[in-house]
């Protein structure tokens, strides 16, 4: 990667690049953070502000190389500005990263500067965790900055994201049944559940309350042993590899991302597709595979979006019954993108897209009809 700025003689033409600007194109605003005290060295994307400040985790992780990470924070970042608008949500897509060993370079201090970077943007970028940082992580953050979201509630905070993030699976669950067999009752249906972490456990949960029949996998033989023993004959274990291949109506992948491929999908029996796991889809074109297979995908963004509704909700003062009442909108939105997809013969994720980039759109209006030039007179104080 090469980043040459021009002399700024305007006789002279520069011979540098810009590369770097080519690649954070999309992006509004790009942060290197580096504190040589503490060893901090972190990357955090703006993506799009249109519906409000950025909102997005952040993760650590030893990242092989520097373009790696700054690949993860655009990526991720991106994919925040969607989940945030299909959630409606009043915040726009961010994402942090610490290039670092989660297991070895954590330092209170080094989270502390971490959150005084983030207190130097403002406003305009709020965190909390993602995959390699925890909650007391950004306890310490907390110190330097008010921009942290997600805290726990002895800290003021929503608590747990899980639980509205596995009721927004079941809703996203009941929209696809709707959709497929024109009705909710899942009495009977039969679901293949991988993963039984924090999100995945708690679905079997639910679903076992609604009288289905599971297939459960896990690499954690005492998670698999612990739903096991729960659900009373209604839940079969199966080895990680045979998950894909079981006679279920619905997959409901809750542990990693990447697992909708085209080896999985030719395994693949079910009818519909929806879980919590970030990115199930390995490229964008699985999704038209699926779609011309018959299989119903709920986009993933939508179906997870619990967690996001109760951190964005929470800076507004924790409530968990505004966050639940919130998170039934999942059912709606789901059901519609599935009928979108239907009518006008698209991918769900195509249809998924397409709602999203129609919220920006509509704000993006709205913010110019407000900016300085065209504000009403009444609104001009000299
Ligand atoms: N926690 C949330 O609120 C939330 C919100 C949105 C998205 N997600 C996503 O949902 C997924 C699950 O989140 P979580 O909070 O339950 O995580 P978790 O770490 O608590 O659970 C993941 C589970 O998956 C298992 N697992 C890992 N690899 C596996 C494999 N190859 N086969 C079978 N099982 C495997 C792990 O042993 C673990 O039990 C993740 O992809 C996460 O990014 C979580």
């Keep these: 990667m090469t980043l040459t700025l021009p002399t700024e003689n305007p006789n002279i033409q520069s011979t540098g690049s810009f590369d770097m600007f080519t690649k954070i194109q999309d992006h509004e605003q790009v942060v290197f953070c580096n504190d040589p005290e503490t060893g901090l060295k972190a990357i955090i994307a703006i993506h799009d502000t249109t519906l409000g400040p950025a909102l997005g985790g952040t993760r650590m992780r030893p990242y092989h190389t520097f373009e790696d990470a700054l690949e993860d924070a655009l990526r991720l970042s991106k994919g925040m500005t969607y989940k945030n608008a299909a959630a409606d949500n009043d915040f726009g ?167 909708i491929n085209d080896q ?37 963004y939508i179906v997870n979006s619990g967690g996001v509704i109760q951190v964005a909700d929470e800076l507004y003062g924790p409530n968990k019954s505004r966050v639940l009442s919130k998170t039934k909108t999942i059912y709606r939105s789901i059901l519609e993108v599935l009928k979108q997809s239907e009518t006008e013969n698209i991918t769900t994720l195509e249809a998924a897209n397409l709602v999203c980039e129609k919220r920006l759109n509509v704000r993006k209006q709205r913010a110019s009809f407000f900016s300085p030039n065209k504000r009403p007179k009444w609104e001009v104080r000299y």
């Design 93 to 259: 897509g961010g994402k942090g990263v610490i290039i670092g060993d989660p297991m070895k370079d954590k330092t209170p201090e080094l989270f502390r500067a971490y959150g005084q970077f983030i207190d130097s943007l403002k406003g305009r970028f709020y965190t909390g965790t993602d995959m390699g940082t925890v909650l007391d992580d950004f306890v310490h953050a907390h110190k330097e900055t008010n921009c942290i979201a997600g805290l726990p509630e002895e800290y003021g905070g929503g608590g747990e994201t899980s639980i509205p993030t596995a009721l927004g699976i079941l809703y996203s669950i009941q929209a696809v049944a709707n959709t497929l067999w024109g009705h909710e009752n899942l009495t009977g249906k039969r679901f293949a559940i991988q993963g039984l972490g924090k999100v995945g456990y708690k679905v079997a949960e639910h679903l076992l309350e609604h009288g289905a029949d599971l297939y459960v996998t896990d690499v954690s033989e005492e998670a698999i042993q612990a739903l096991v023993e729960k659900a009373g004959g209604k839940a079969k274990a199966v080895k990680n590899d045979e998950i894909y291949g079981v006679d279920a109506d619905v997959f409901v992948p809750c542990a990693i991302g990447g697992i």
């Design 264 to 300: 999985t999908i030719d395994q693949l029996k079910v009818k519909g597709i929806a879980g919590a796991a970030n990115n199930q889809l390995l490229h964008e074109n699985h999704a038209k595979i699926l779609k011309d297979k018959g299989i119903l995908y709920a986009p993933d």
